[in-house]
Nanobody
Framework: QVHLVESGGGLVQPGGSLRLSCTPSGIAYSIDTMGWFRQAPGKQRELVAT???????NYADFAEGRFTISRDNLKNTLYLQMNSLKPEDTAVYYC??????????????WGQGTQVTVSS
């Protein structure tokens, strides 16, 4: 089983920056697309950004131009660089990975989340 652990969250002032990391561990055939999602209190979980194993990136409108998603293809470590943070970015941020098991089955795997709070 593959596990994902997020880190890098914390408290930051508006306009500040944070870099989130997601570290996979375990055994699988491969990891395809990875992404970041977030969930604010009382709201649905929403997509922030995704990146394929080939490096194709997609961003939510609120993230475009401010956030950058990247990955280390050797280790499959996932990153999210967040700049120009706003109070509305406050949420729990979750790492997601499309894991290809040894059987060939594809399973969406989630991390435990890391809290990002943007406040003065």
């Amino acid at each position: 089983q593959v596990h994902l652990v997020e880190s890098g969250g914390g408290l930051v002032q508006p306009g500040g920056s944070l870099r989130l990391s997601c570290t996979p561990s375990g055994i699988a055939y491969s990891i395809d697309t990875m992404g970041w999602f977030r969930q604010a209190p009382g709201k649905q979980r929403e997509l922030v950004a995704t990146i394929t194993s080939g490096g194709t990136r997609n961003y939510a409108d609120f993230a475009e131009g401010r956030f950058t998603i990247s990955r280390d293809n050797l280790k499959n470590t996932l990153y999210l660089q967040m700049n120009s943070l706003k109070p509305e970015d406050t949420a729990v941020y979750y790492c997601n990975a499309r894991v290809v098991a040894l059987s060939g089955a594809k399973v969406d795997t989630w991390g435990q989340g890391t809290q990002v709070t943007v406040s003065s």
